[in-house]
């Protein structure tokens, strides 16, 4: 299904300032950027494409939508005709605004929005695995650091995977420490690579739910982290951090045992029920896992947008 114009996404690990750069580019009104598509992808396995979804039955696709509270938030219609990868365009059309440029946010499954937008553009935003890491455990996504780093491993896996696939007039790469240090400059990078004409609203992210812009926002695992906690997240990211430029603490990171690693399983499981239970209430929680853990689309389709509307006090 060829499209009119060119999608771009903004590809980078949850926690990385993929919200940040949402609202900057929302600043600009030749730009529409109405948020994360994960949930185009997700349905169909980790990077899969064009030819994996070929055995992937629609109706379970469409399960997914109806029960995917990301999906259900945008206020859309679920595709019902085609093959998914006409659904997956179909999805994207639906967000497209007229005279305006589409840029969708996505955190994993790079090579997956690659496939099915061969002509897309790619901005890639990465920020130091120790400040995401972090971060995903104050969020209740992950109990402890260790675990915390596979938002961010999948990521920068997924775009070391697509990134030599790429033309270099068809990417940008941006650190999340040079936008917060260097706003304007960034974001005149941002605007011609896209094509738009830069607007000083677009570093002015006053009346929104994010803080202003500041470098006390950079390398926050400086003054948060233990040095037990940074040991752990570099024992899992040290080559590929130092490939995106961040300089680890330990020359050599100590590998955490088997039954260390097992304690630090443990621990993710009961922090995440806990802090879910603490946020949203027992009785909201188990109906949300339950529904999850079978499959009961239509009962979650109700009590997610409970869920969402929850998050967002919380999302920056």
Known sequence: MERRSTIVFVAGALRSGTTMLRLMLGGNSLINAPG????????????????????????????????????????????????IASRVAALADSLTVEKKTLVLFIHRNFMSAHEFFPNAKFIHIVRDPRDC?????????SGNVYHGTEFWLKA????????????????????????????????????????????????????????????????LWKRKLSPYDINLIESRTMALMMRNGYVPLHKMARQPGRIERMGLSIQDRIYRHTFRISRY????????????????????????????????????
């Open 36 to 83: 994360e598509f994960d949930f185009a992808f997700d349905a169909l396995g980790t990077d899969a494409g064009t030819e994996e979804s070929a055995f992937l039955d629609p109706q379970i696709f469409e399960k997914f939508l109806r029960s995917n509270r990301i999906f259900l938030d945008k206020n859309i219609a679920v595709p019902s005709e085609g093959g």
């Open 133 to 141: 890491s972090q971060s995903a455990v104050s969020m209740g996504w």
């Open 156 to 219: 920068e896996q997924s775009w070391e995977r697509l990134k030599p696939l790429l033309h270099v007039s068809n990417y940008i790469e941006l650190k999340y420490e040079d936008v917060i240090e260097s706003p304007e400059h960034s974001m005149s990078l941002v605007c011609s690579f896209l094509g738009v004409e830069y607007h000083p609203k677009m570093i002015s992210l006053e009346g929104t739910t994010y803080y202003p812009l500041d470098t006390k926002h950079s390398e």
């Open 281 to 316: 209430g027992i009785k909201l929680w188990l109906l949300e896992l339950l529904t999850r853990r079978f499959g009961l689309s239509d009962v979650r389709a109700q009590i997610l947008p409970r869920i969402t509307e929850i998050d967002r006090r919380y999302l920056r």
